[in-house]
């Protein structure tokens, strides 16, 4: 009896975190739902059987590696916009946007609470 673990293998951080910081970019940027920025981000090109964006491909694969049924296939998959909105749905809204967005506050508070050590100890010095 093995220890293994069914279903899908775990994403990495790197790839849900690179995923979800060009979502809020894109949220910001242009002005865009996170869905929208999803769709614009994983936009297929048709002729060149390749994702627009060049990092975003190798994101992919890196999230695909250990999938052997879509290792070659992914971009086939994703030129199909319902395709991505399932993705968008199963992966991103349900998991990674959450942990990502509650991974920023927490740097932004503690980035604050730095902020205010440094100003105590500046206001010390002055007196």
């Known amino acids: 009896m093995g220890t293994s673990k069914r279903g899908q293998p775990p994403t990495t951080l790197f790839v849900r975190r690179s995923i979800c910081f060009k ?7 242009y002005n865009l739902t996170p869905r929208q920025a999803w769709l614009k981000l994983s936009e297929v090109d048709i002729e060149k059987n390749k ?3 060049h990092g975003f491909q190798e994101l992919m694969q ?30 991103i809204k349900k998991k990674w946007l959450d942990e990502y967005l509650t991974f920023k506050e927490k740097q932004v508070e503690e980035d604050l609470e730095r902020s205010k050590w440094i100003l105590k100890i500046l206001r010390k010095s002055a007196q």
Do not use: A, G, S
Not at 23 to 29: E, K, S, T
Not at 72 to 87: D, P, Q, S, Y
């Open 23 to 29: 979502i809020v970019q894109y949220v910001r940027r």
């Open 51 to 53: 994702f627009k964006k």
């Open 62 to 91: 890196e999230h695909y590696k250990n999938k052997k049924e879509h290792q070659n296939t992914f971009v086939e998959i994703f030129k199909n916009r319902n395709n991505r909105i399932n993705f968008y749905k199963n992966h």
